[in-house]
């Protein structure tokens, strides 16, 4: 799952950097990173789902943050413009996500009417930096049937 989204993270404008791990991870890994940059977090509980046609289906809930470096000592306000560019880059995520292919075809399915949570983060690392967390349901497609 994590090289599907890094895939996708690829993709996107600006060519954000990857880091995955978990939060102890990525607060030393972002010392050294390109920003902007995606972290994706551990996978969380992984839903699955056998279905009438002997396939499985398989529902992963990820939190990404797409975070921009920024200085210390910035009040909130005056990072409003890093927040406002992360929740683009997040919008195009979710986007590039539904359309992604690996193989025959598309590899999520994103459902109409299902909400993805998007949180403003602020100075949560020890390299200063500003951006939204993205909470977001994915389920994938294609799975063989036994």
Known sequence: MRNQIQSIVQTLSGSPGFLYGTEKE????????????????????IVVSPQVNGSVDNVFTLYLEFL???????????????????????????VKAAKYRDGEGRYFRIKAG????????YN????????????????TMYYDAF
């Open 26 to 45: 990525l607060n030393t890994l972002a010392d050294d990173a390109a920003f902007p940059c995606v972290m994706l977090y551990p996978l969380q509980p």
């Open 68 to 94: 921009y470096k920024t200085e210390f000592g910035q009040y909130t306000a005056e990072n409003e413009t890093y927040v406002q560019q992360a929740l683009q880059m997040a919008n195009q995520f979710m």
């Open 114 to 121: 299902e909400k993805a949570k998007c949180l403003p983060v």
């Open 124 to 139: 949560k690392y020890d390299t200063n930096t500003t951006g939204v967390g993205l909470t977001i349901t994915l389920n």
